[in-house]
């Protein structure tokens, strides 16, 4: 009996240790999800590539390279090739392969049109820089799937004239996949939008996904909008899908 205790003890003295190091693993933090996030998105290979992609008829281009970035949109319009290009935030208009001279609110639209397509097409990528405010919120379960849910602001230094805007990112716990996100804006009146993602594939190491787009009443709060979900009083909007996509990665100087 006394051999048999002896036998016994070490098993249950290690099992209790076991739980109690599984009961007090320390929770992520935000900063830590949405690194994470990045990893399972496409990781370092951000820092160096080339994307291409096709978006409600018009071509969109993204080089990252050495800390620098150069965005485009091109398309036609009365019969003239219109290009949009933002480099390192200085932004011009060519039309026909020449520069043209934009009013202020001009400038400021087609950069911001050209901007907001590639931000969305390339998330999580610059989630992690340092001038985004992360901030942890209460998880939740959607669709019967456990979700980290982490809000970004990014203040007056990093969020240009749409400063006040809020996101909400939906990180699945396990997989660490953005599966649904959630904004607010205040031009044109003010919304706030959700975005259900599918058809995710990976080009070239980079995962990439489509998104059904809701809406729902503008003061409805974007933090929120996951129960708004869940309980149906969404109504679809539209739906944001990339086409013919492409992914060249660049070495490293």
């Given at each position: 009996?006394?051999?048999?205790?002896?036998?016994?003890?070490?098993?249950?003295?290690?099992?209790?240790?076991?739980?109690?190091?599984?009961?007090?693993?320390?929770?992520?933090?935000a900063d830590e999800i949405v690194y994470r996030a990045v990893a399972a998105h496409g990781g370092g290979l951000y820092d160096n590539m080339e994307v291409q992609f096709d978006f409600r008829g018009r071509h969109f281009r993204a080089k990252i390279a050495e800390g620098s970035y150069e965005y485009e949109r091109t398309y036609e319009a009365d019969g003239r090739l219109v290009k949009d290009l933002i480099k390192d935030d200085k932004y011009q208009r060519i039309l026909d392969q020449r520069?043209?001279?934009?009013?202020?609110?001009?400038?400021?639209?087609?950069k911001t049109a050209t901007n907001t397509v590639i931000y969305f097409a390339l998330l999580p990528f610059n989630l992690d820089n340092p001038v985004v405010n992360r901030q942890l919120m209460r998880p939740v379960d959607i669709k019967g799937e456990p979700y980290h849910k982490v809000e970004i602001t990014y203040g007056k230094n990093g969020g240009g004239k749409d400063f006040e805007n809020v996101y909400v990112y939906w990180v699945h716990q396990e997989k660490f996949t953005i599966d649904y996100l959630a904004y607010s804006f205040n031009i044109n009146g003010g919304g706030v939008r959700f975005r259900e993602a599918y058809n995710a594939r990976m080009v070239n190491g980079i995962r990439f996904q489509d998104y059904i787009n809701y809406t729902i009443d503008k003061d409805f709060p974007a933090q929120e909008l996951?129960?708004?979900?869940?309980?149906?009083?969404?109504?679809?909007?539209?739906?944001?899908?990339?086409?013919?996509?492409?992914?060249?990665?660049?070495?490293a100087k």
């Open positions: 009996m006394g051999m048999k205790l002896r036998n016994i003890l070490p098993l249950a003295i290690t099992a209790l240790l076991l739980f109690g190091c599984k009961a007090e693993e320390k929770e992520l933090t520069e043209i001279q934009l009013k202020e609110s001009e400038l400021s639209s087609y996951d129960y708004a979900f869940v309980t149906d009083q969404l109504k679809e909007l539209s739906r944001i899908d990339l086409d013919h996509i492409q992914v060249n990665l660049l070495s």
